[in-house]
């Protein structure tokens, strides 16, 4: 798994650029090079052992040796235990909702398959590779304050993007989704720093209700796909791939006829597989 983003993550230590660093080549790398690429190795330490053996059962020894790295470069980049599992976590995080937003934003898919590409991108992204399930949805969980705030906007981020699609199934032009969300669609792909497509609606504006409803059915649908994919990796499910994927789908399509009576934008489309 390629652990960098087409952006340089956030968590990544801030380093000058190639061209400014002083310091001889080695195996043709500056020295910046060579930091970035022991974080990244680091990452993928990270990745094996937190989503195998576990947070609370890891030791920076472990991740030191599972990266071949000394604990010297571990602390080169990171405080601790858990600065390298949020780091995990955001890489995570980003990289799964780099992959929602181009399904969401693909320039020749109908909305409807943009969306049940979005959702597939989110199931296979998580079962395909158990380890990033059992990272995101249980090593995180209760560890700090500060990772809590992280999965609860990484959550809001998601329901954005639920929001977006329930709209345009519920028969919701896309200029007014996008009006309203900030972008529309896969507009507000942030990974873990942003805050997608949930924002305040004007109580005086015609469709507030609808949007309302359309926040609160998107929230308790993120929640609803978080435990499917969560009772997949706990009961050893994870090959149930496009079952769950089928549930999500049936899932947003059935709570967009809520929309449709709401907007008064026409009767719901049956879902297609």
């Known amino acids: 798994m390629n652990t960098t983003p087409h952006n340089l993550h956030p968590a990544v230590p801030e380093l000058p650029s190639a061209g400014t660093v002083s310091g001889r080549l080695y195996s043709g790398l500056q020295p910046s090079e060579r930091v970035q690429e022991r974080y990244e190795k680091f990452i993928e330490a990270g990745i094996e052992v937190f989503g195998t053996v576990g947070y609370s059962a890891s030791k920076i020894k472990t991740l030191c040796q599972r990266a071949g790295l000394s604990e010297r470069y571990f602390y080169e980049s990171f405080d601790s235990r858990e600065h390298l599992l949020t780091c995990v976590y955001e890489t995570l995080s980003t990289n799964l909702m780099q992959q929602v937003t181009a399904a969401l934003q693909d ?8 969306i049940k590409a979005s959702l597939a991108a989110v199931v296979k992204f998580m079962l395909g590779d158990p380890r990033h399930a059992q990272i995101v949805l249980v090593e995180i969980v209760g560890i700090s304050e500060e ?22 199934l519920g028969g919701l032009e896309s200029p007014v989704v996008k009006e309203m969300l900030g972008g529309g669609l ?21 469709l507030a209700e609808v949007f309302e409803f359309a926040r609160l059915t998107a929230i308790s649908m993120v929640g609803g796909v978080n435990n499917m994919l969560l009772d997949a990796v706990i009961g050893g499910t ?13 899932l947003i399509c059935n709570a967009s006829s809520g ?13 297609r597989k």
């Open 107 to 114: 320039p020749d898919a109908e909305a409807k398959d943009a």
């Open 259 to 271: 929309i449709r009576a709401l907007a008064g934008t026409g009767p719901a489309r049956p879902a």
């Open 186 to 206: 896969g507009g507000q792909g942030g990974g873990s720093k942003s805050r997608a497509g949930i924002r305040p609606v004007d109580p005086n504006h015609p």
């Open 147 to 168: 990772l809590e705030a992280k999965r609860h906007l990484a959550m809001t981020n998601f329901a954005g993007q639920s929001m977006g699609a329930l709209l345009v």
């Open 238 to 250: 994870t090959s149930n791939v496009e079952k769950i994927l089928e549930v999500a789908y049936q």
